[in-house]
């Protein structure tokens, strides 16, 4: 028996256009489901962002001093050896009281000074050479005769004196429990007086504060020679303030 087959070209036509249509089907059914989820994530949520405080204070452990040897002569190189001079004995000084080379720093500059006359216009009268250093001091009890030895030894300015805690990171994470807990509580309490459930946290930011403002030391009496020492001042760091505010974001329902 023979049996003979005879290919239909409609029916596969058919069966092709069927398979095509199927994924066409699929494919947008998927991709508006994705947009439909996407667009609910995006959509605007019942949220209430509350604040929250904390600080801790504490007793700062570093002192910091900007020393500052100012000259003014005729040339560079008199007005630069002047104050070479004068910054080496305070640095000198420094060092003899404990502060380790390492928290000293300095910084060098050289300007020519000019006096404007009708005459002649601009003249050159001179030179300045200013040489700050910046002095981180551990030992507090020390600042005052540091204070007082390097106006002695030809120091011009001291000033930006200010205290500050050398490891504060751990109090900067009590301070951050303590608002997280403040804001909490603030939350739980409104959330009642409106009669809704808080839900989950959907945003958190955190800033920091505390930073002490400085403390403005001038040397005023410095003749060369002939003057008496001056009496030491009488420094007090009291405490630092470390402060974090936070502000959480939750829902609601």
């Keep these: 028996m023979k049996v003979s087959f005879t290919p239909n070209p409609q029916g596969a036509m058919r069966v092709l256009a069927f398979l095509v249509l199927a994924s066409l089907f699929i494919f947008l059914g998927a991709?508006?489901?994705?947009?439909?989820?996407?667009?609910?994530?995006?959509?605007?949520?019942?949220?209430?962002?509350?604040?929250?405080k904390g600080s801790i204070f504490a007793t700062p452990d570093i002192g910091q001093v900007v020393i500052s040897v100012v000259r003014e002569q005729k040339t560079a190189s008199d007005a630069q050896r002047e104050a070479t001079t004068a910054a080496?004995?305070?640095?000198?000084?420094?060092?003899?009281?404990?502060?380790?080379?390492?928290?000293?720093?300095?910084?060098?500059?050289?300007?020519?000074?000019?006096?404007?006359t009708q005459d002649r216009g601009q003249v050159l009268t001179g030179y300045e050479?200013?040489?700050?250093?910046?002095?981180?001091?551990?030992?507090?009890?020390?600042?005052?005769?540091?204070?007082?030895?390097?106006?002695?030894?030809g120091a011009n300015e001291v000033g930006n004196l200010s205290f500050t805690i050398d490891?504060?990171?751990?109090?900067?994470?009590?301070?951050r429990v303590?608002?997280?807990k403040d804001a909490k509580e603030k939350a739980e309490a409104l959330s009642k007086e409106l009669g809704v459930r808080l839900g989950r946290i959907i945003n958190f930011n955190e800033s920091e504060?505390?930073?002490?403002?400085?403390?403005?030391?001038?040397?005023?009496?410095?003749?060369?020679?002939?003057?008496?020492?001056?009496?030491?001042?009488?420094?007090?760091?009291?405490?630092?303030?470390?402060?974090?505010?936070?502000?959480?974001t939750y829902e609601i329902r």
């Design 31 to 52: 991709r508006t489901w994705r947009e439909v989820r996407e667009a609910r994530s995006f959509a605007p949520q019942n949220v209430i962002t509350i604040s929250g």
């Design 88 to 116: 080496n004995k305070v640095i000198e000084f420094v060092e003899s009281k404990g502060v380790k080379k390492e928290d000293i720093k300095t910084d060098y500059s050289i300007y020519p000074k000019y006096n404007y």
């Design 129 to 153: 050479v200013r040489q700050s250093i910046t002095v981180k001091i551990r030992d507090l009890d020390s600042i005052s005769g540091i204070l007082s030895g390097v106006v002695e030894r």
């Design 167 to 175: 490891n504060p990171d751990a109090l900067k994470a009590e301070a």
């Design 178 to 180: 303590k608002a997280i």
């Design 209 to 248: 504060g505390g930073i002490p403002p400085p403390i403005f030391y001038e040397a005023r009496s410095l003749g060369i020679g002939g003057a008496a020492p001056a009496p030491s001042p009488v420094i007090n760091p009291g405490e630092n303030e470390i402060i974090s505010n936070v502000s959480v």
